[in-house]
């Protein structure tokens, strides 16, 4: 399968407790799109990574949550201390810059969270 | 603040009709999508479009950039065709390429 994919699919934790998502994205895309979405709501932008360099970053990503993208290949998003309003899914998507334009972005199952 | 307002929120419809489902957002965009999800989260991108119209099988997606107002159609809609289908902007202007996102219509066609 050459799409894009996420682990753990499923996560639950304690509040208080730190929790990492990875994503791999579609092995020649160089971008890479984290968002989140919340029961009954569409997804919400949060981070976007260019090759290693993460570019854009939503207010939403508060300092509980790093991401990193260390080698422009896989990234992981990091919950630090979590909190019961960080109970989403996790999506991930990639897309590649070819030509220097914008394409169409891939995604991949998410990561459904659950603090309890 | 870009919003992206879908409707209808919820649409129930016998198989074979023809579906409609409209998307407005508030400035201006470089893209817009449209999007499937099924239960369980996965998400499959339809369509990408800046201008006028697209086909794939039975779906049809337009757009008018000037009333800044978009519509996805399903032509002889099938029980299969059951998902959440969203809207998403990248905004035009320099460089940002996270989306904004409708909230989704939940789409029901019975047998």
């Known amino acids: 399968d050459t799409g894009v994919s996420q682990n753990p699919r499923h996560k639950i934790t304690k509040r208080g407790q730190n929790v990492t998502f990875r994503c791999d994205p579609i092995?020649?895309?160089?971008?890479l799109y984290w968002y989140r979405q919340t029961l009954g709501q569409g997804p919400e932008f949060l981070t976007y990574?260019?090759?290693?360099?993460?570019?854009?970053k939503s207010r939403l990503l508060s300092d509980r949550f790093s991401a990193e993208r260390p080698k422009g290949s896989f990234s992981t998003l990091e919950i630090q201390r979590t909190e019961q309003g960080d109970s989403a899914m996790y999506l991930c998507?990639?897309?590649?810059?070819?030509?220097?334009?914008?394409?169409?972005?891939?995604f991949g199952p998410g990561t459904r969270l659950t603090v309890l | 603040k870009n919003e992206v307002e879908q409707s209808p929120q919820n649409l129930t419809a016998q198989e074979g009709e023809f579906i409609t489902i409209n998307c407005s957002y508030s400035?201006?965009?470089?893209?817009l999508h449209w999007l499937q999800q099924h239960p369980g989260g996965g998400i499959v991108s339809l369509f990408m479009?800046?201008?006028g119209k697209k086909k794939h099988g039975r779906l049809i997606a337009t757009i008018n950039i000037q009333e800044k107002h978009s519509s996805l159609h399903i032509t002889a809609s099938h029980p299969r065709d059951s998902a959440v289908y969203i809207c998403?902007?990248?905004?035009?202007?320099?460089?940002?390429?996270?989306?904004?996102f409708g909230k989704g219509t939940h789409l029901i066609i019975q047998p």
């Open positions: 998403a902007v990248r905004e035009s202007g320099g460089g940002a390429d996270g989306l904004t």
């Open positions: 998507a990639s897309s590649s810059s070819q030509g220097g334009h914008y394409n169409e972005q891939f």
């Open positions: 092995s020649e895309h160089n971008r």
């Open positions: 479009l800046s201008s």
């Open positions: 990574f260019q090759n290693e360099a993460q570019l854009e």
């Open positions: 400035v201006g965009i470089s893209a």
